[in-house]
């Protein structure tokens, strides 16, 4: 051993030893060697609702009760530290005291408390009853207030008050959802929740996990068994083995689950999006059309690299627009991103639909768009369960490969992909699937991706080989 490891050994056995003189288990969160990545990951992030998807024992709850007592006490070594007030909200005040309250209560030393008001029990012992409010001292020398509410009181016990901050631990009625967003908006207020999403596709699923709004002030993460550094390898298999694979999918990895099925589980955010990046021109293929009025009309800009890489690139998505709109659009996307054309028009493929003629019209939309300067083809491949599986093969092939890669601004494919679901009739639910139309129809207007499954030869056998072929001509010029 160097003397620098030395060294190094026991500035942290100091550091260990410092860390066990204090009586304040806030000192110990993610200060230690090994460190809760996800959980730090939460705690950084700025935007105002926030949301973690985990599994239990993954560390969420840790996170919201971190956060709490960092936001009351003012000493959060993330955010702007000022005088808060804020809410925890639990599922039931017998859930409220045995989980949030007695996680709050761990991360506060007593001498932070300036005094707790009981709903029931005694505060001299206020872990074992039903906490109203904790009054916390903050280091600008004020009080702030931690209130404690339950989604079994109903929404009208959320009215009337301006908040910092609310938690939900567990995922609320989306009532009560709504009432605390409105708390916390005159004082441009957080919100933040740490669930396991057991309810299947709720509001929640919707309107945090899709981002159906696009709603600029929305994050989320997903925290699974094995993000959780303090949790042993044995633990997870004993808890593993106790689970059906749906149980698996929401209490593992904190999954959202229809009982159905995602078309496409091959699809993982964290590898699939990228961030977007100047693609070259040479790379630029094609650009794909699913039509819609009152739908969406979806559209998106492909690209493929020399290694049959593929990656969106951009997207046009609106409904309730002319096609005029829609053509002016696609044209102004294309000019910024110098999107070739052929003899001044711009060229799509489209789905066959297009083709047809309506009362409403004298022309096809694929005249329509002609009209605008766009020249689409409708010739596509839609055999929906051949496509499926081509687009599934780009996500992650057999070999474990991922061949397509989607710019995380064009958000509206990322969020129709995330809510593909099979339905009971062993296709996929026909709801917001404009974009997978779309995708498909490029897909499958691409050269098959085979894999190379013949093996590599080594150079014994070539060499094998060769002298066999040697053999026979030998053999061949003695006849």
Known sequence: MTQREL??????????????KSDCKLDYYNTGDVKHEKQLLFHKCKLKNRWVFGGNRSGKTECGAVESVWLARGIHPYQENKPRDGWVVSLSQQVQRDVAQSKILSYLKKDWIEDIVMLSGKKGSASSGVI???????VFGSVSKIGFKSCDQGREKFQGTSLDYVWFDEEPPEDI??????????????????????KGLTWVYNTIYLNDRNDEDVWYEHMQWEDNPYLSKIEIKKLTANLSQDELESRKFGNFTSGTGLVYNEFDENLNVIEPFDVPISWYDKISIDPGLKNPLSCHWYACDY?????????????????????????????????PTK??????????????????????????????GILVNPYVNKDLFSGINRVKSYFKNACGERKLFIFKTCVNMIREIKGYFWGNADAPIKKDDHAMDELRYYIMSRPENKLNLVPTKSDIQKNKEKLMKNLKFQNKNLW
């Open 132 to 138: 109203d409010t904790i009054y916390v001292k903050n």
């Open 343 to 372: 003899n001044g028009r711009i060229e799509a493929i489209i789905d066959s639909a297009a083709n047809q003629r309506t009362l409403a019209s004298e022309k096809s939309v694929s005249e329509l768009f002609y009209d605008n």
């Open 177 to 198: 959802y709504l009432e605390c967003k409105m708390r916390v908006l005159d004082r441009c207020g957080m919100i933040f929740g740490t669930m396991t999403p057991l």
């Open 7 to 20: 060294l190094k050994k026991i500035k942290n056995i100091e550091k260990e030893l410092l860390r066990r």
């Open 307 to 339: 290694d049959g890489n593929i990656y969106v690139i951009a997207e046009h998505y609106d409904r309730q627009k002319t096609l005029d709109y829609h053509a002016n659009m696609i044209k102004d996307i294309s000019k910024r991103l110098n999107w």
